[in-house]
């Protein structure tokens, strides 16, 4: 008898998870807040200038922490001795009437940790969305082993 119904509990149990998997919450924003956005109004402004506004080494981490300024729209290429970088943040610049014209952008990079010493390169590429003109930003790091320690 106590077989059977621990067999029956554990079904009814079972199924109720996988209705529960099964079934699908949607949230509904608040239509109340109002979140501040970048907006871009008209053409992308051509890139005028590049450059390396912060580098510091996180001695937590061991890596290399980036922020590039990007005076300027768009797209980059970043590498860390050819390895690309991926930015994990990207904090708008802005300008106009009421503040809410980008005209550019801070850009967060992080290399990966690193395990040895030497000299690495950053080497960003940044392509102008309207002139098309590339602009370029090579640098390069000495990484001692005090630093690694």
């Known amino acids: 008898m106590k077989k059977s119904l621990k067999r029956v509990l554990s079904v009814l149990l079972a199924a109720a998870m996988l209705l529960g998997m099964s079934v699908t919450s949607f949230a509904a924003g608040n ?4 979140e501040s956005q ?34 300027g729209i768009g797209p980059d290429t970043v590498k860390w001795d050819n390895t690309r ?29 690193i395990y040895s010493a030497g000299t690495y390169t950053l080497n960003a590429t940044f392509v102008s969305t309207n002139s098309g003109k590339v602009w370029t930003l090579k640098k390069d790091y000495t990484i001692t082993q005090e630093m690694l320690q």
Request: aromatic share 14%.
């Open 31 to 34: 239509p109340d807040v109002e």
């Open 38 to 71: 970048a907006i871009l109004r008209g053409p992308a402004k051509p890139i005028t200038s590049i450059t390396l506004k912060n580098a510091t080494w996180n001695k937590t981490e061991k890596c290399y922490e980036f922020i590039i300024r990007q005076q």
């Open 85 to 113: 970088l991926t930015a994990y943040r990207r904090d708008p610049l802005f300008e106009g009437f009421d503040h809410t014209e980008v005209v550019g952008w801070d850009i967060y990079y992080r290399t990966k940790r």
